[in-house]
């Protein structure tokens, strides 16, 4: 059974913490891997992944993915108050079908 | 930028109605998802649709069946609501074929009393 499995389920940090989120996975026919932000509402895209060993940046934002270890992490640096939110990642199958995994809960406090 | 649109934000049903939850996209995305999130479980798959008039069930879409009519409108049906239908219901859209970025809607929070 396809599973995506996301820790630590929450994580508490103070302003200007960096933060490191962890996704690994078992997709069938693995295509590759995206990350989401959830604040109140709809999930807003991140990242895609699907080279092993290249980093992908946004701002302090940073991802990469192991395809021989099977997991991929996100790296916050210099945490803001604004980076409070849900971080979900997910495996696609195939091209069309998107795992998701349970999410890490990221709280940042001034 | 990509929007996809859900009717309703809240929605109260009974035990026993039926639900329809709407969702409308316009960047001409042949595929359409619905998922519902609830907590400690993530989001998960009940209905997906590659083009209009078809249709393949996800992981979990007992109790719920869904209608493409048209490309850019995907709609989700509770034939008889239940209280463990009480969810997050997500809609949300891509372009086929090249594990494409899934861009969600704002959600529809259903409970079922």
């Known amino acids: 059974e396809d599973k995506v499995v996301q820790s630590p389920l929450s994580l508490v940090v103070h302003e200007g913490d960096t933060v490191t989120l962890n996704c690994s996975y078992e997709?069938?026919?693995?295509?590759?891997l995206l990350w989401y932000k959830q604040e109140k509402k709809a999930p807003t895209f991140l990242f895609m992944l699907t080279s092993s060993g290249i980093e992908k940046k946004s701002g302090r934002l940073s991802s990469i993915l192991d395809k021989k270890e099977l997991f991929s992490i996100l790296n916050i640096t210099a945490t803001q108050t604004g980076d409070s939110a849900v971080y979900l990642c997910a495996g696609y199958r195939d091209t069309d079908k998107l795992i998701f995994g349970t999410g890490t809960r990221l709280q940042v406090f001034p | 930028d990509v929007k996809v649109t859900q009717s309703s934000r809240y929605l109260v049903k009974r035990t026993g109605e039926k639900v329809f939850l709407e969702c409308v996209q316009d960047?001409?995305?042949?595929?359409m998802f619905w998922y519902r999130q609830d907590p400690g479980l993530g989001l998960r798959l009940i209905y997906f649709s590659y083009d209009v008039k078809m249709k393949e069930k996800g992981d979990i879409p007992e109790g719920y069946s869904v209608s493409r009519e048209k490309k850019e409108r995907f709609s989700l049906i509770l034939e008889s609501a239940s209280t463990n239908q009480t969810s997050m219901y997500l809609c949300?859209?891509?372009?086929?074929?090249?594990?494409?970025?899934?861009?969600f809607g704002n959600g529809t929070r259903l409970t079922v009393t």
């Open positions: 949300a859209s891509a372009r086929a074929g090249r594990s494409s970025p899934l861009h």
């Open positions: 997709v069938t026919n693995f295509r590759s």
């Open positions: 960047m001409d995305h042949e595929n």
